[in-house]
């Protein structure tokens, strides 16, 4: 398992790396600076900022990853637009076979659906949300996960062809269905 974060060099009271190794020390045995990576039963952390040759560095050092977890690294008023850096790190981080899970605190003026757009249009992800509200004492949090995989040509007309036969909608609507805001009565299918 390797995590991940960037040092924020204008932030002089928090080092993210160097309490990702403590939470590490904490919570799992064995010393975290052992090697991550596949088949080694370690988890490590590593410095990464979103920029697609970070990620192909990553790539070629581990290959394609199985999980990718993302939370609460979307929202523009404070990130601004990384998260198109972010979603480009996606494209290149995810194989055939990457299951992403994208958690958000949903917020005003977040830009998560043009995050979601780009991944959906540009990068070719399929997803599905779930959606919870939680009471907190300033209020109500909305938080969303989102659960993406990558789509092949091959893959995607075989789900489309059969996703339409079964529901009787013409194809293009199910393509739509898929790459647009998702019909109520579709919120259930995978």
């Not at 403590?22 to 088949?39: A, D, K, Q, Y």
């Not at 998260?83 to 790190?89: G, K, M, R, V």
């Not at 949090?141 to 909608?169: K, N, P």
């Amino acid at each position: 398992m390797v995590l991940t974060d960037r040092v924020d060099k204008d932030d002089r009271h928090h080092n993210l790396l160097k309490l990702l190794e403590e939470n590490i020390s904490f919570n799992f045995m064995g010393p975290s600076n052992r090697p991550p990576g596949v088949g080694t039963g370690r988890v490590g952390v590593v410095e990464f900022k979103w920029d697609e040759d970070a990620a192909r560095e990553m790539v070629k050092k581990w290959g394609y990853f199985d999980f990718l977890i993302c939370a609460d690294c979307v929202y523009q008023p404070v990130y601004g637009k990384s998260w198109q850096d972010l979603a480009a790190c996606f494209n290149i981080l995810c194989g055939p076979s990457t299951d992403c899970y994208i958690s958000v605190h949903r917020r005003t003026e977040d830009n998560v659906e043009a995050f979601l757009d780009l991944l959906v249009n540009e990068y070719r992800f399929m997803l599905s949300k779930k959606s919870t509200q939680y009471s907190v004492p300033a209020g109500t949090a909305t938080i969303e996960i989102y659960t993406l995989r990558r789509v092949s040509e091959t893959s995607e007309r075989f789900l489309i062809d059969v996703h339409s036969s079964a529901t009787q909608i013409p194809s293009e609507d199910v393509i739509q269905a898929w790459r647009g805001p998702m019909p109520t009565r579709w919120i259930d299918w995978p």
